[in-house]
């Protein structure tokens, strides 16, 4: 059991009720997310659990922006344009 460290751990202190049949994992678009999944599927860590995969979004420069006094219809223009890279 992991008890101290630099990543996230998820520990069920109880049996399951039946098997598994999806899996969730939060991923940041990164190269190493990617591979972080890959790497599951050919170790066949999945097995045959469906998949979910979870980005959350947050334009980062947004508060920024407001407090300099940049205007609202710049401020949607960046917040879309981040979006849309993020998608």
């Given at each position: 059991?992991?008890?101290?460290?630099?990543h996230?751990?998820?520990?069920?202190?109880?049996?399951?009720e039946?098997?598994?049949?999806?899996?969730?994992?939060?991923?940041?678009?990164?190269?190493?997310?990617?591979?972080?999944?890959?790497?599951?599927?050919?170790?066949?860590?999945?097995?045959?659990?469906?998949?979910?995969?979870?980005?959350?979004?947050?334009?980062?420069?947004?508060?920024?922006?407001?407090?300099?006094?940049?205007?609202?219809?710049?401020?949607?223009?960046?917040?879309?344009?981040?979006?849309?890279?993020?998608?």
């Open positions: 059991m992991i008890r101290n460290g630099p996230p751990a998820l520990m069920v202190n109880d049996e399951v039946r098997p598994y049949q999806t899996a969730l994992a939060a991923v940041d678009l990164s190269e190493p997310s990617a591979n972080a999944i890959k790497t599951s599927m050919t170790l066949g860590l999945l097995g045959t659990l469906r998949l979910t995969l979870v980005h959350a979004f947050f334009p980062l420069a947004k508060g920024k922006l407001t407090y300099a006094g940049v205007s609202q219809d710049n401020i949607d223009e960046y917040v879309a344009g981040e979006r849309l890279r993020a998608t």
